[in-house]
């Protein structure tokens, strides 16, 4: 992890955007992004869920870019990204019913398509200048690592919506209908396979295309300790007790992956308070 103090965010900021003239108008963001989900069914959980959720993640966003000091710029593109970063979830829904990538489609890389292959980008944001930063974070904000070679400041965002998308979902996480959030109303007879039990334990960090079962996917969303950057973001996770208050919602029938899922949890609640 990557901790910027505040001195060389300031000097970042000024390298990066001393005397640039502002050209995002999240307002009109705003608007097309109510515009454009008028073309999906209003009636549709995983619809409803998916406007609620990119709502509150680009208002995350913009908390971790403003708590990171970072100018009013790349505020706004923080922001910015945070209403976009799931565009091609709807997409997903309308032709899969589903949320699962490995089942479908990668909703990231359907939603860059959507942007930049056909032209959607526009309706959020007229200036170009911005678009590879957008379509960067875009693609990696649902990878298992940020890819190489990006510049400091793609690098910077990438980072910012990785963590406001974990966020936010772990807050659904504590309170969402578990069909909708693990493709399945009952886990107590799941179980935690051996390999996804190891990586946690020992790797921390999980490929995802290994998961089995809905258990599996509970333990991945548990994974996202480790991959967090900024201390806002511990910040939040810690004083909401999101993952107190997921752990609560699953007892499971199987002994080995009840024993598991509590060393899991104690795990987490460990490297939380290690990160302070």
């Keep these: 992890m990557i901790e910027y103090k505040t001195s060389d965010i300031n000097n970042y ?38 406007i609620a959720h990119i709502e509150r993640v680009s208002q995350i966003a913009k ?35 589903t949320f699962v990538d490995k089942n479908s489609v990668n909703h990231g890389e359907l939603g860059a398509k959507i942007l930049f292959e056909e032209g959607l980008i526009r309706d959020f944001i ?32 990438a980072k910012i919506i990785r963590d406001a998308d974990k966020t936010d979902i772990l807050y659904l996480l504590t309170f969402e209908d578990k069909q909708a959030a693990w493709e399945k109303d009952d886990l107590s007879n799941d179980k935690i396979t051996d390999e996804i039990y190891r990586e946690f334990m020992e790797d921390k960090k999980i490929d995802y295309t290994k998961r089995e079962t809905s258990a599996d996917l509970l333990v991945c969303h548990f994974a996202y300790a480790y991959d967090l950057n900024f201390k806002e973001t511990y910040k939040i996770i810690k004083e909401n007790k999101y993952y107190d208050e997921i752990y609560k919602r699953f007892i499971f029938n199987d002994k080995e992956t009840m024993e598991r899922y509590n060393k899991i949890y104690e795990k987490v609640k460990q490297y939380l308070e290690e990160k302070g």
């Design 13 to 50: 900021n000024i390298k990066a955007n001393g005397g640039i003239i502002m050209s995002i108008d999240i307002i009109k963001a705003k608007k097309a992004f109510k515009e454009y989900v008028k073309n999906y069914d209003p009636n549709d959980k995983k619809v409803k869920l998916k």
């Design 63 to 97: 908390q971790l870019a403003e708590n990171l000091n970072l100018d009013e710029e790349d505020v706004k593109l923080a922001e910015l990204i945070g209403l976009l970063h799931d565009i091609g979830r709807f997409e997903q829904i309308k032709r899969y019913h």
């Design 126 to 157: 007229e200036d170009t200048k911005f678009d590879e930063i957008i379509k960067l974070s875009i693609l990696n904000h649902n990878k298992t690592t940020i890819q190489e070679g990006l510049t400091e400041r793609e690098k910077l965002h």
